[in-house]
């Protein structure tokens, strides 16, 4: 598989310790019996439903030296009291909101499968480990402060089965920037691999020789998380899997320490993104149109970027997400394309692809439906056949196409108690699969088939009117208030069994009303 450009990689040495044990370049291990004082068993974090919390501080902070306690600004790593400087978001361009949002969603992408919750304001109350994004660890007094080479992306206390909760940890951002990366948003998921390696050191994970794993050494664009079962580096910093240990399974190993995900969603609604063109499997010209289909329901789009090996190959900043580019040579691809929302929260998707001299080029008819002639939806790229009732002309704003082929204000329709259905996929509206629906969701209920969204049940504008929030397993959907002759969904466990929930596919069933609910994204062919 090859990528779309070459990435640059970027090294996490020359630390010295500061009265300790320096171990993988980046990784202080405390002297014997130093903390012990402040150490304890620590089962379950402070966070919903016992998440460890992972506070990433942007602000800066009046650094004390002392026994690591996030909660004082308290860094064991720290030889003297020093003002930590605040990140830097310029050389983003971004507006600092927007940069730091994008920082922290990557992290939240890493930690998504482990009891963890990653916030960006300091917890009121309770214990939360630290993340310190800013500096740069070659300009005194930071090296003077920690003790410090100068080069470094990071630097963490290693504390084998997470004994100490509060630890604070460091993620160098102004070694970090586009200039030493290549790229806007490799320097921002480069932060974020920073704090997620540097934390998990805080809960015990070594360095690894697998260049897709968070625990890699460098600064690698392969990374796409904590990894399986892969070689230790010989380095000293895996002593927590045993003496003589040559490998470690980092997820396997986080999961161990701070357990799995509870199966909560991030806070808000999430992006839908999928690929028009080019179509998984299919052969493309050397320059070809990449044309991303991208929607949040009740949020907003900020942003998608597309990725071949971890470099950027392109990023959209505005609907139509559409773009061209050129494939170096004829061969197989890979194309990632990561949908950003303006909390932070993101959704990707991948294709493989050949490229190929003289290949036909894929056709993308369409966008969206006003594209297409009248009595057509477009789907997947392409000018279909409307499924719905058609006019003569698109419906104006306020009105909906009525079965006689006419337009009518939205509730004035004749023959169903005085209101009119919803427009084609739109809430409540008929479909057979996610590809029908504005928000990629299709509920089934009985025999009946309905457009649906995630809603939030403690607000009710959270769903059209003619609608109510109700639950589907951990999740809330909208549901029309006629849907399944007036019975609400519902989910409970089978006998023995836990309730299980994913953000892509939510499967339910309540086995005294029969009822099964499945929700299925948008698959575009």
């Not at 991030?266 to 993104?273: A, L, N, R, Y």
């Not at 959209?316 to 050129?326: E, G, M, Q, W, Y």
């Not at 009518?408 to 996610?434: F, L, Q, R, V, Y």
């Not at 809330?476 to 208030?481: D, E, K, R, S, T």
Request: negative net charge; aromatic residues 4%.
């Amino acid at each position: 598989m090859k990528t779309l450009a070459f990435a640059v990689l970027l090294g996490a040495v020359g630390c010295q310790a500061p009265g300790g044990t320096v171990v993988g370049g980046d990784v202080f291990l405390p002297p014997a019996g130093q903390v012990a004082a402040r150490r304890e068993a620590v089962t379950v974090g402070d966070g919903p439903n016992g998440a460890h919390v992972i506070f990433m501080n942007f602000d800066g902070v009046a650094l004390i030296a002392g026994n690591d306690d996030a909660t004082t600004n308290t860094s064991w790593i720290a030889q003297t009291n020093v003002a930590y400087p605040a990140f830097d978001d310029t050389p983003y361009g971004m507006g600092r909101a927007a940069t730091i949002n994008a920082i922290a969603g990557y992290l939240k992408g890493y930690y998504a499968p482990f009891n963890a919750e990653i916030v960006t304001t300091r917890p009121t109350s309770g214990r939360y480990s630290m993340c310190l994004v800013g500096g740069d660890p070659g300009k005194a007094p930071l090296l003077n402060a920690l003790g410090l080479g100068n080069g470094p992306a990071g630097i963490a206390p290693l504390d084998c089965g997470n004994q100490e909760e509060s630890n604070v940890v460091y993620a160098f951002s102004l070694v970090l920037t586009p200039n030493n990366t290549g790229s806007t948003t490799e320097s921002l998921k480069a932060i974020a691999t920073t704090c997620a390696q540097e934390s998990a050191h805080g809960y015990g994970l070594g360095h690894t020789t697998n260049t897709s794993d968070v625990m890699y050494p460098q600064l690698s664009p392969q990374v796409t998380g904590f990894g399986g079962l892969s070689t230790l580096q010989q380095d000293g910093s895996g002593m927590c899997s045993g003496q003589g240990a040559t490998q470690q399974d980092s997820a396997a190993m986080l999961k161990m320490v701070i357990g799995a995900s509870n199966g909560m969603m991030m806070t808000g609604p999430t992006p839908t993104v999928q690929w028009v063109t080019p179509t998984d499997g299919s052969t493309v010209p050397l320059t070809f149109d990449i044309v991303i289909a991208a929607s949040e329901t009740g949020g907003t789009i900020s942003k998608i970027d597309i990725t071949s090996g971890g470099q950027t190959v392109a990023s959209l900043t505005s609907a139509p997400f559409k773009t061209t580019v050129t494939a170096p040579s004829a061969g197989t691809y890979q194309l990632t394309a990561v949908a950003y929302d303006s909390a932070g929260n993101l959704q990707s998707a991948s294709i493989n692809f050949t490229a190929q001299a003289g290949a036909p080029p894929q056709t993308t008819e369409c966008l969206t439906k006003a594209e297409c002639n009248t009595g057509e939806d477009c789907v997947s790229g392409m000018c279909v056949t409307s499924t719905g009732p058609t006019c003569a002309q698109p419906c104006p704003t306020g009105q909906t196409c009525q079965a006689d082929g006419t337009c009518k204000p939205n509730g004035s329709g004749s023959g169903d108690g005085g209101t009119t259905g919803p427009a084609p996929g739109e809430i409540g509206a008929n479909c057979t699969d996610g590809s029908q629906c504005n928000s990629g969701l299709c509920a089934m209920l009985g025999s009946q088939h309905f457009c649906t969204a995630t809603c939030d049940p403690a607000n009710a504008s959270s769903c059209p009117s003619g609608n109510s929030c109700v639950a589907a397993g951990t999740d809330h959907i909208c549901q029309p208030n006629n849907a399944g002759g007036g019975s609400g969904v519902g989910c409970s466990a089978i006998p023995g069994r836990a309730p299980q929930s994913e953000t892509i596919l939510a499967l339910c069933m309540l086995f005294g009303l029969g009822l099964l609910v499945q929700l299925r994204r948008r698959l575009r062919d």
